[in-house]
């Protein structure tokens, strides 16, 4: 999903197939010939994010690693950032875009609260934090200068007495459901999750939700599956519930991995030896 | 406008598979010890995560293979032959020079077409243990150790700072086995197991590492979890 950071002087895209935009180098300010884009590419990237809903709440996970390219440059990165008490966001994509956006929301939750010390006006719902995501998001990118990150919003409306759990991206486009993925995720993770949530609510969502532990366990189920298969991953990762208790973010834990049948493998064809 | 008349060798096509890799052989008295990880890779996807990398060309003689994945099996399949005709008609193996001489030669005359880095080693009777390293290009370079693959640059300086001569066959299984795990933790294109091989007069033993006994080393801060959210630390990474 996040591509090697391309050259830095590239005129067209990688595969030649139409020019990127060039910001004026040097050249006269006071002339503009075109709309001025800063599109951008992602440099220290964060891979999947997972999110489930389940028995009494949502959970997400994401790894513990932020790449740069191929390279797995920083290990030891929270990619769930918690909101208040009652919200928290799993990012994935730029890491830098995640950290503006985590000092952004961060401000502005801390203003609310702030207000809310004079006067009683109930504080932000999830769903009000993943509106106003989802109109930044889109409002950057009709700027073409995108903020590139792909978010889950999981949370708990204390109102409703319900779960949420959302999505949203660099394009602005939005959905939600009650298992969600990003990246790698969406293709390996999300037929896992789904198989798992409608064993027991059914194809129509009406019956029972999973229990915690049955929640956990296909978490840890997709982390490890996208451990073998994601290029861009770590077997190091957090698992984030949010209920009606509040905000809780595990410690950082690692997924049993099975190698020992590779041990016999030889070649490529008709290799013995 | 662009030119779609020329194609740029330094990027692999559109999902061709690559090994980026990480791939090693040291020489030491009495043989070779080499050594790759498991990881093959279509883009960020791993189409194959117990992959092996250490290719027989003959019975003291292997290759590690680094690049695209069709290209150095390609190769290294002609290499395997023209070794198994060399014996029938000279009554005895190939060198491991010889070897390397016909890689070499594959390599560099197709240059425009490859994208092969390729680390040929073995024992033999004239030389002993020795090491080839045949990078992009069709150079051939002998080293007492030779790193290859994208994993590689992560480890010259481990590998600068280790390296001692005169180790034994169990220093130097050490040695390669340290090395491609931390090659292996930092790059991206490579992972999965250590498959490694010691090459000697007397045998050609294969060693296994499953991919959670790899050895560990520094993996960042601790991360402790929380309760409760926090909306008000700003600034710190973690």
Known sequence: ?273 | MANINSVDISRLKNGEVNLGTSIMAVQFDGGVVIGADSRTTTGAYIANRVTDKLTHIHDRIYCCRSGSAADTQAVADVVHQHAQVYTSVYGAPPTVSTAAALFEKMCYDNKDQLSAGIIVAGWDKEAGGSVYNIPLGGGMFQQPWAIGGSGSTYVYGYCDATYREGWNEQETVEFVKNTLALAMSRDGSSGGCIRMCVITKDKVERHFIPGNELPRFWEGKEIIGSIGGNSSQVGVLA
């Open chain 1, 1 to 273: 999903m996040w591509k090697q950071p391309a050259p830095a002087n590239s005129s067209f895209n990688e595969f030649n197939t139409f020019p990127l935009p060039q910001t004026q180098r040097g050249q006269s300010s006071h002339a503009h010939h075109g709309p001025v884009g800063h599109t951008q590419q992602p440099l220290v990237t964060g891979t999947s994010v997972l999110g489930l809903k389940y028995e009494g709440g949502v959970m997400i996970a994401a790894d513990n690693l932020a790449s740069y390219g191929s390279l797995a440059r920083f290990r030891d990165i929270q990619r769930l950032h918690p909101l208040g008490k009652h919200t928290l966001l799993g990012v994935a994509g730029d890491m830098s875009d995640f950290q503006w956006l985590k000092k952004e929301l961060d401000a502005l939750l801390r203003e609310e609260d702030a207000l809310a010390l004079t006067d009683s006006h109930p504080s932000l719902s999830p769903k009000n934090i993943y509106e106003l995501l989802s109109n930044l998001f889109y409002a950057r990118r009709s700027k073409m200068n995108p903020v590139w990150n792909a978010v889950l919003v999981g949370g708990w409306d204390k109102v409703k007495q319900e779960s949420f759990l959302a999505y949203v991206d660099l394009l602005g486009t939005t959905y939600t459901a009650p298992t969600l993925a990003t990246g790698f995720g969406a293709h390996l993770a999300q037929p896992l999750l789904r198989e798992a949530y409608e064993a027991k609510a059914g194809i129509d969502g009406n019956g029972p939700l999973l229990t915690k532990e049955e929640a956990e366990k296909v978490l840890e189920d997709c982390m490890k599956v996208l451990f073998y298969r994601d290029a861009r991953s770590l077997n190091k990762y957090q698992i984030a519930t949010i209920t009606s208790e509040g905000v809780s973010i595990s410690d950082s834990k690692s997924a049993d991995t099975y190698w020992k049948f590779a041990e016999g493998l030889r070649g490529y064809g008709a290799q013995t030896q």
